[in-house]
């Protein structure tokens, strides 16, 4: 059975930083494209970045030189480091897991981040 977790995140100030794990089970990331999403309340879930193939990434406008995505393949597990958050941050993060044949294969539950002073 496939299964993602999040864990990380918490109450931060603005400016501050987090990191979240999202750490996987029945599958092998590294084979993966694995995404964070986010979805704020009352806003619809929105890609923040992706790792993919070779280490690849890429990130919306609104996170580049502010988060960093990476891969921990012994642990397998996939991360993303927010630096110098916001309160537009605040959100549900969660990350999935996509084959480039099967598509999407599965999500994690999501962890809360909330930036705020």
């Known amino acids: 059975q496939v299964q993602l977790v999040e864990s990380g995140g918490a109450p931060v100030q603005p400016g501050g930083s987090l990191k979240l794990s999202c750490t996987a089970s029945g599958i092998t990331v590294s084979m993966y494209t694995v995404g964070w999403y986010r979805q704020a309340p009352g806003k619809q879930r929105e890609l923040v970045g992706a790792?993919?193939?070779?280490?690849?990434?890429n990130y919306v406008d609104s996170v580049k030189d502010r988060f960093t995505i990476s891969r921990d393949n012994a642990k397998n597990t996939v991360y993303l480091q927010m630096n110098n958050l916001k309160p537009e941050d605040t959100a549900v993060y969660y990350c999935?897991?996509?084959?480039?044949?099967?598509?999407?294969?599965?999500w994690g539950r999501g962890t809360q981040v909330t930036v705020s002073s």
């Open positions: 790792v993919m193939n070779g280490n690849v990434t």
């Open positions: 999935n897991a996509k084959d480039r044949k099967a598509g999407i294969v599965a």
